[in-house]
């Protein structure tokens, strides 16, 4: 169902492409929007338990396009770095492709939990639990994934080689 990667010297592990989801802050949701136009959507995520969370409003687009169709497709862009004399960049990457849904229950402490300490860890626990406890006007969004791959660009795979010799 899901391509397999033409450059196949170019994916990452299974480990370093959970290491990439975990250590990013922030990715792009794409789904079906108004009338089918695809919508793309910058957010705050949090890679947890296998599956990526995130908040959202109780209305307006995003939410309207999981509900009308939950598949869809989550980027991370972990490294991008410009190398002009080479006309290219040195890049890694992650995509996921899953079905969105709002969370309840335990799942939905825990993802906002996880959420909270991704984005506030300097904070004291109390204030932390206090935001958690008012928060009752956003969902929390799990992504549960069908497909996951990253991928690098060839350079840096050339200086993983060279740098294991």
Do not use: W
Not at 87 to 99: H, L, N, P, Q
Not at 108 to 132: H, R, T
């Amino acid at each position: 169902m899901f391509r397999k990667m033409r450059r196949i010297k170019q994916l990452l592990s299974m480990e370093e492409t959970e290491a990439v989801m975990k250590r990013c802050t922030h990715g792009v949701l794409a789904c079906f929007g108004d009338e089918d136009y695809p919508y793309a959507v910058p957010l705050s995520y949090v890679y947890f338990n296998g599956k990526i969370y995130f908040h959202s409003a109780k209305a307006g687009h995003k939410i309207d396009a999981i509900m009308k169709n939950p598949k869809v497709s989550f980027s991370v862009i972990d490294e991008d770095t410009v190398v002009s004399e080479e006309y290219t960049t040195y890049f890694r990457s992650v995509i996921a492709f899953g079905k969105a849904r709002i969370t309840e229950g335990d799942e939905y402490l825990d993802a906002f939990k996880a959420l909270v300490k991704k984005y506030s860890g300097d904070q004291p626990e109390e204030s932390k639990q206090n935001e958690i406890n008012k928060c009752n006007q956003a969902y929390i969004i799990a992504i549960d994934i069908d497909h996951i791959t990253g991928k690098e660009s060839i350079e840096y795979v050339r200086i993983k080689s060279n740098s294991s010799k």
